[in-house]
């Protein structure tokens, strides 16, 4: 017999219209509040400064917040006038790239903080006059949940610039919580068969996690946890920077032609490893997971070691998959939002967890930490899913799908609750290291392993 594959539907579903809107607002307001307090954190000649020709200047992040909610929130759903269509060029990101966006003429600090202001002002006006159902953009408040995740997407941006920033600290959080599990073996066998990938039922889910599919994952094993700066740091002092063989071709180019000898921010001392961590210099935790790598380092770590990194499918049925009930579910600890138990998000400390510190958000089958800490790379291209359908335009993934996009999965400690969940894709260059991304290992099993 075949087994029913289902997957958890979301909450918000079952809210009534006015909780929803309630709801809505406290995201909205959620997402204001660390977008002020990121770009209040520094004087308005750090606001305009670029700190890298990777990044914007945060003064771009701000007024590009307020311009894509003025468009979709205010003008859109709303049929609102609008309020600045001059500055509708300067703010796509398709048409200036970020290395140029310095010599545009850019709303100032003050004027950028008074723009977001006015249009958050219609924007509420808006929730609460709009009808929440009839238009698919609006159904259960799509639109609003779009735009408060790509305001958080942007706050983890902003935070990424915070860490290129020179200067003094001048962000601060609590350690994160301690290693509260025992030894745990050092991978999990995940079962072949068939699983539910992808959604149908999430509400604010975008275009590129839909619909859900059936698709087969063969047996595989994969790490517990995220590989650590430490055993990062073997790879290292087994030479694994100088020899070509761990290497893609695409890789060992890369890094030969940039000088990479270790993942960003690292420093080597006589006494070991140092890094720069949001203008702090500290010693290189051990158990933390590694961070600030490219998929060209965790490809080449993951052949060193013998192993290989997960398909974004492997990820996901290690994450999501429930053998008990055959469903998938929204998290990796259930279907239950996140909270402070659970993973580490939201900004709520500067730094990964020491890998064991949130028992609560390992998934049925045993995995820990695939939720926050760091983003994980996976081998697989940005493509989209059977049946997949550009929503509300096709600039948020359609022009990304290829092989030039690597998969990241699972969220890390920038990212916000709202902006992450099981189903959750992101993609970037292969080249990338200023994003909170690391990874863990898979690999196949020996014919005498399989389950």
């Known amino acids: 017999m075949t087994t029913a594959h289902t997957e958890s539907p979301n909450p918000l579903l079952e809210l009534s219209p006015r909780d929803l809107r309630s709801h809505t607002a406290r995201t909205l ?40 909610e003025e468009i979709w929130l205010v003008r859109d759903v709303g049929g609102r006038e609008p309020l600045r269509p001059d500055i509708d060029d300067l703010y796509d990101a398709f048409q200036h790239p970020r290395a140029q966006r310095p010599q545009l003429p850019l709303l100032g600090p003050a004027q950028a903080r008074a723009y977001v202001t006015e249009v958050r002002q219609k924007a509420f006006d808006v929730l609460e006059q ?34 290129l920033r020179e200067g003094e600290p001048v962000l601060h959080a609590p350690q994160p919580p301690p290693r509260t599990v025992g030894d745990l073996p050092g991978e999990v066998v995940v079962p072949a068969g068939s699983f539910l990938m992808g959604t149908s039922l999430e509400p604010w889910a975008l275009d590129n996690e839909r619909p859900a ?4 994952v063969d047996a595989f094993a994969i790490d517990t946890f995220p590989v650590t700066n430490g055993q990062f740091a073997r790879f290292i002092e087994a030479g694994g920077y100088q020899e070509p063989r761990w290497w893609s071709e695409q890789g060992w180019a890369y890094r030969h032609e940039h000088g990479i000898t270790a993942p960003r921010f690292w420093r080597a001392q006589p006494d070991g490893w140092w890094r720069t ?13 590694v961070v600030h790598v490219s998929f060209h380092e965790a490809q080449a770590y993951a052949a060193w070691a013998g192993k290989r990194l997960p398909t974004e499918a492997e990820w996901e049925k290690a994450a999501r998959y429930d053998p008990a009930t055959s469903r998938s579910l929204r998290y990796p600890w259930g279907d239950a939002e996140p909270d402070a138990d659970h993973a580490n998000l939201g900004q709520r ?41 550009a929503f509300p335009y096709r600039e948020y993934s359609e022009v990304f799908f290829g092989p030039d996009y690597k998969v990241l999965r699972g969220g890390s400690f920038g990212t916000d609750p709202v902006a ?19 990874f863990r290992c898979a690999r196949d099993l020996r014919s005498d392993e399989r389950p």
């Not at 790509?150 to 860490?163: C, K, P």
């Open 420 to 438: 992450i969940r099981g189903t959750f894709r992101n993609w970037d260059f292969p080249i990338r290291r200023q994003i909170f991304a690391g």
């Open 130 to 163: 709009a009808p929440l159902e009839g238009r698919r953009l609006t159904e259960a408040a799509f639109a609003f949940g779009m735009i408060v995740q790509h305001e958080q997407q942007h706050d983890e941006t902003m935070l990424a610039t915070h860490q």
């Open 213 to 216: 599919h059936e698709t087969w």
């Open 277 to 289: 961590r949001f203008g702090v210099y500290e010693r290189v935790p051990a158990d933390e997971p």
């Open 349 to 389: 400390h500067l730094r990964p967890a020491v890998v064991g510190a949130y028992p609560r958000g390992a998934s049925p089958l045993g995995v820990h930490q695939l939720i926050g800490d760091v983003w994980e790379w996976t081998s697989s291209d940005f493509l989209p899913y059977p049946g997949f359908v």
């Open 29 to 68: 307001d959620s997402a204001r509040r660390r977008s002020r307090a990121l770009t209040d954190a520094v004087d308005d000649e750090d606001l305009v400064r670029q700190h890298s020709k990777l990044m914007s200047p945060l003064v771009w992040d701000l007024a590009h917040i307020g311009s894509q």
